[in-house]
């Protein structure tokens, strides 16, 4: 009897998003991408409220909350300003050896930094890797202007929160915030989620149709129940991000609004 009571009363207190172990993901809301940086995505700061709102009302059910931090090298290769005479949003194909490092090749001179000669390897060995060209943006350590890779400064944060940044290789892309864009390397926000026993995201941030969609199609391949709220993200292009959220409803991911999830309690 005492024993029950006991666990009651432990219980009483505690919420659960549907019953699971729940993190709350927000992807990328830095200065970069929010109105006046580099890679603004439009209303981009209408998802710090909704956010903000999210992880006051649901404090006891996340378990986790996880901030994901875009951190380039000045030089990144998905900056089109180190790809002479190609433009921002244009699309180039990237090669990659069997280790994971970058190929010189039609965008990627031979003085590129940090890329290396492929012609001595066999073709079956390398890896081809489609890359948008962006704006420069969120480079590391940067603070101020339209480049800072800062969280913004609206958004609540606390000291129990992860930080877990991507994309710091610098001759590889990386739109989810658990693989690269080339699959070779992983961050450490799988085994995070697994010490903390989570079964369940819940995806917000920026951007809906990039990183967003890639860090929740990565979670729901690693079996991790996804919930992305699709009012606390927002997406770079119209055509991108109603491909995203159409191929994310086929996969199986579940898109709510943020009031659904109240509604979840
Ligand atoms: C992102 C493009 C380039 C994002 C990051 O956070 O969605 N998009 N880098
Ligand atoms: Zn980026």
Not at 83 to 110: I, K, M, Q, R
Request: hydrophobic fraction near 40%; proline fraction near 4%; aromatic fraction near 8%.
């Amino acid at each position: 009897m005492l024993v029950l009571l006991t666990i009651t009363a432990a219980l009483a207190g505690t919420q659960t998003v549907r019953g699971h172990q729940a993190a709350l993901l927000i992807i990328d809301v830095q200065d970069c991408f929010l109105p006046r940086g580099s890679l603004a995505v439009s209303d981009g700061d209408q998802v710090i409220p909704v956010i903000n709102k999210l992880r006051e009302d649901f404090k006891d059910a996340f378990s986790l909350v996880v901030l994901s931090q875009d951190w380039h090298c000045p030089d990144h290769v998905s900056f089109a300003s180190q790809h002479p005479g190609f433009n921002p949003y244009s699309v180039v194909n990237l090669t990659y050896n069997a280790d994971g490092a970058l190929c010189h090749g039609a965008s990627v001179p031979s003085n590129f930094p940090y890329a290396v000669d492929c012609s001595n390897q066999p073709g079956s060995k390398l890896r081809v890797v489609q890359q948008t060209l962006w704006p420069d943006h969120c480079i590391r350590n940067v603070t101020s202007g339209g480049t800072s890779a800062e969280f913004s400064p609206l958004l609540t944060m606390k000291d129990s929160d992860v930080v877990v940044r991507k994309g710091y290789l610098c001759g590889v892309d990386s739109y989810s915030a658990f693989f690269d864009n080339g699959g070779f390397r992983q961050t450490e926000l799988n085994g995070i989620l697994k010490e903390h026993n989570i079964d369940l995201v819940v995806v917000t941030g920026l951007a809906l149709d990039y990183c967003v969609y890639y860090t929740s199609k990565d979670a729901h391949a690693l079996g991790y129940k996804v919930l992305t709220v699709t009012d606390a993200a927002r997406g770079v292009a119209p055509g991108s991000t109603e491909a995203a959220l159409e191929d994310m409803k086929n996969i199986g991911i579940e898109l709510i609004t943020a009031a659904d999830l109240e509604g979840a309690l």
